[in-house]
C-alpha cells in the first residue's frame, strides 16, 4: 500500500505547487497575463503587421482609475462592481515595432485611418461565443500616442452579460484598410475568469515609497 500511496502523494505535492498564487503585485500580474502559457494574450503576424490581443483584468482598471493611496475596501468594491460587468481586450497593433497606424506613407489613407481607428473600429470588432452567438462591441477606446509608442492601442469593452455558459470566446478583427486582413483570437472563459487579484495593499506601499 506503501508503495501506492508515495508516488499519489508527490504528484499531490506538484499540483499544490504549481498552483496560481492569489495575490500579484502590479508587475507580476503584467508578467502574468502577456506570459503566453497563460493563454491570455494572443498574437498573429501577417504582411508585416503585428497584431496582439490581451485580456485586461478588472483589478487593473481598479489601478488605472485609482489614483488615491488610501482606496478603501468600500472604494474597491464599488470599482469592482462598476467594472466587472465586462470583459475588457487590449489590441495592439504594430510594424518594425512602431505603431502600425504610421507605417502608412499615403496622407489620405493615414487620415482614413485615424478616422476608423478613432469613430469606426466597432464595425470591425465583435466577439463569438462557443454557443455560436455574436458579442457587439458595447465600447473601445483608441489611444493615441502621435507615433512615440511600439503600438497603436485600442481596449475593447464587451458586456458579460451575452457570455454565460461559454466554453470560449473568439476576438475578431476585420480588415479595416490596414492591410493585416482578417484575424482571429480564442480565449477559454475559465482562463478569463480564473486570475490573480491585484495586492493593493503592496501596490499602495510601493506607490509611497
Known amino acids: 500500500m506503501a508503495k501506492l500511496i508515495y508516488p499519489v502523494l508527490l504528484i499531490l505535492m506538484s499540483s499544490l505547487c504549481a498552483c496560481q498564487p492569489e495575490y500579484m503585485t502590479e508587475s507580476e500580474l503584467q508578467t ?11 498574437t498573429k503576424e501577417y504582411r508585416g503587421y503585428k497584431a496582439t490581443v490581451t485580456y485586461r483584468p478588472t483589478d487593473l482598471l481598479i489601478l488605472q482609475e485609482n489614483t488615491s493611496l488610501e482606496i478603501t475596501d468600500k472604494q474597491y468594491q464599488q470599482l469592482k462592481e462598476k467594472y466587472n460587468k465586462y470583459y475588457y481586450f487590449i489590441l495592439s497593433l504594430s510594424k ?13 489613407q493615414f487620415s482614413d485611418l485615424v478616422q476608423t481607428l478613432s469613430f469606426r473600429m466597432g464595425q470591425y470588432t465583435n466577439l463569438t461565443t462557443s454557443e455560436q452567438d455574436t ?17 497603436s492601442t485600442l481596449m475593447f469593452v464587451f458586456d458579460k452579460e ?4 461559454d466554453a470560449w470566446v473568439q476576438f475578431n478583427l476585420q480588415e479595416f484598410g490596414l492591410g493585416l ?5 480564442r480565449f477559454k472563459v475559465d482562463n478569463l475568469n480564473d486570475i490573480p487579484k491585484l495586492n493593493f495593499q503592496i501596490v499602495k506601499s510601493q506607490k509611497s515609497n
Open 162 to 165: 451575452d457570455i454565460t455558459d
Open 32 to 42: 502574468y497575463l502577456t506570459d503566453e502559457d497563460n493563454n491570455l494574450s494572443k
Open 181 to 185: 486582413g482578417r484575424q482571429i483570437f
Open 135 to 151: 458579442v457587439e462591441v458595447a465600447d473601445y477606446v483608441f489611444s493615441r500616442t502621435y507615433g512615440m509608442g511600439n503600438a
Open 96 to 108: 518594425d515595432n512602431k505603431e502600425a497606424l504610421y507605417s502608412s506613407q499615403d496622407y489620405g
